[in-house]
């Protein structure tokens, strides 16, 4: 069993940064590929980035210049760095691992709220 906790959430004005993270318990961590999905009200949940086992990095075009996926092996933790909020950024994030078709664990979620 995998548990994913994400944080970092909160209130941002326009243009400004938030940094997310997801600890992930459990040993799969370093064999899986993380993603970020974010929902908005009202909005389907959406693939914001990835990153593989091997830290090849995928952007949905909406992210791609402002967010930064990254991972720490080490520490269990992937992270998302999202430079030049808009608020069309304002959504609840979450962070989902996947390893093979076997394993696919999702976080709670953190809200982000970037205000105009």
């Known amino acids: 069993q995998v548990q994913l906790v994400e944080s970092g959430g909160g209130l941002v004005q326009a243009g400004g940064s938030l940094r997310l993270s997801c600890a992930a318990s459990?040993?799969?961590?370093?064999?899986?590929?993380l993603y970020w999905y974010r929902q908005a009200p009202g909005k389907q949940r959406e693939l914001v980035a990835s990153i593989t086992s091997g830290s090849s990095t995928d952007y949905a075009d909406s992210a791609k210049g402002r967010f930064t996926i990254s991972r720490d092996n080490a520490k269990n933790t992937v992270y998302l760095q999202m430079n030049s909020l808009k608020p069309e950024d304002t959504a609840v994030y979450y962070c989902?691992?996947?390893?093979?078709?076997?394993?696919?664990?999702w976080g709670q979620g953190t809200q982000v709220t970037v205000s105009s």
């Open positions: 989902n691992l996947k390893l093979r078709f076997i394993y696919d664990y």
């Open positions: 459990g040993s799969i961590f370093r064999f899986s590929t």
